[in-house]
């Protein structure tokens, strides 16, 4: 049974860094590309970073490049997300991510219905 499990969110004032980290079980990890979403209350499920399965290629959402940094641990199959000068504007939700079919990038890595498996999410809050 594949599971993805994230931690590593929490409450932070605007400036400020935090990182989120993604373990993934039930799965050869080095297969697959992985993501980042969130979601903030009542908006859509927004597209932060992706990673291909060899950690070589990735991809950011312009609100968030410069700022964010991606990457993996194929040995560890752990997934991480650096996360710095953040703003309130970060708040949200943040979820992990696996597509199971893919291991590399397209231009399809925003739409959530190209993952087949999600974590329960980890909460991050930016004060101002």
């Known amino acids: 049974q594949v599971q993805v499990v994230e931690s590593g969110g929490g409450l932070v004032q605007a400036g400020g860094s935090l990182r989120l980290s993604c373990t993934a079980s039930g799965l050869t990890f080095a297969d697959y590309a992985m993501a980042w979403f969130r979601q903030a209350p009542e908006k859509e499920r927004e597209g932060v970073s992706c990673?291909?399965?060899?950690?070589?290629?990735?991809r950011y959402a312009d609100s968030v490049k410069g700022r964010f940094t991606i990457s993996r641990d194929n040995a560890k199959n752990t997934l991480n997300l650096q996360m710095n000068s953040l703003k309130p504007e970060d708040t949200a939700m943040y979820y992990c991510?696996?597509?199971?079919?893919?291991?590399?990038?397209?231009?399809?890595?925003?739409?959530?219905?190209?993952?087949?498996?999600w974590g329960q999410g980890t909460q991050v809050t930016v004060s101002s």
């Open positions: 991510a696996a597509d199971l079919y893919h291991r590399t990038l397209d231009d399809w890595w925003p739409q959530p219905w190209r993952y087949n498996k």
């Open positions: 990673i291909s399965a060899s950690g070589v290629n990735t």
